[in-house]
């Protein structure tokens, strides 16, 4: 049984790591948002996340998985159209001032749940790799195990992004200084990510 535990909360942390680590506009966000608002931005914005990844599982287990390939051209079109409008929203913004003692998180959750819900890999990642993970989970311990598993993908969530965003508030000072070449650069990275899942989508409409 502890054995059983170790293992699932090991799958979930590992896997959930190294999805974590692959950049991606939840991470340009993260790191944005941390340089205005401080290391308590990072675990706003993954609750955020989080909540979202619960519906995710909700829907995989009530049997409407099988469903997601028929929406899949959608979200990457959706997604693909906010990613371009947060870059030129974030560009837009470049030049406001900034309050280096501002530590309030408005706004950190639901960019934490938009993030989420408008990158079309989190929905495909827990569609394949999270349900398979998930379904190792009942085998072995039935909803328990899908708890672990789930906890244990949210360990590495939380513990990677508050990393991150406590690493870059601790550099605040450095990083406020180029603030506005590291919006450019987050604002190109999320344009670059917008376009090519409007040109996935486009690709499967045509």
């Known amino acids: 049984m502890n054995l059983s535990i170790l293992y699932l909360l090991s799958i979930g942390f590992i896997t959930g790591l190294s999805g974590a680590m692959i950049p991606g506009p939840l991470l340009a966000f993260t790191i944005a948002d941390s340089i205005k608002k401080g290391s308590k931005a990072g675990f706003i914005i993954i609750l955020g996340h989080a909540l979202v990844e619960i519906f995710i599982i909700a829907f995989l287990f009530i049997g ?3 469903f997601i390939s028929y929406i899949e051209t959608p979200v990457y079109l959706l997604g693909g159209a906010f990613l371009i409008l947060m870059s030129f929203s974030m560009l837009k913004d470049r030049n406001k001032e900034i309050d280096i003692e501002n530590n309030f998180t408005q706004g950190s959750f639901l960019g934490g749940v938009s993030f ?19 379904l190792q989970g009942l085998n072995v311990l039935g909803s328990l195990g899908v708890a672990l598993v789930t906890i244990g993908h949210w360990f590495a969530d939380f513990g990677y992004y508050c990393s991150v965003s406590y690493l870059v508030a601790k550099g605040k000072k450095i990083l406020t200084k180029r603030y506005k070449l590291v919006i450019i650069i987050l604002a ?6 917008g376009i090519h899942f409007l040109t996935k989508a486009l690709v499967r409409i045509l």
């Open 64 to 66: 409407l998985g099988k």
């Open 116 to 134: 989420t819900l408008f990158n079309p890999g989190v929905p495909l990642w827990w569609a394949t790799i999270g349900y398979a993970l998930l």
């Open 188 to 193: 190109g990275f999320l344009l670059i990510l």
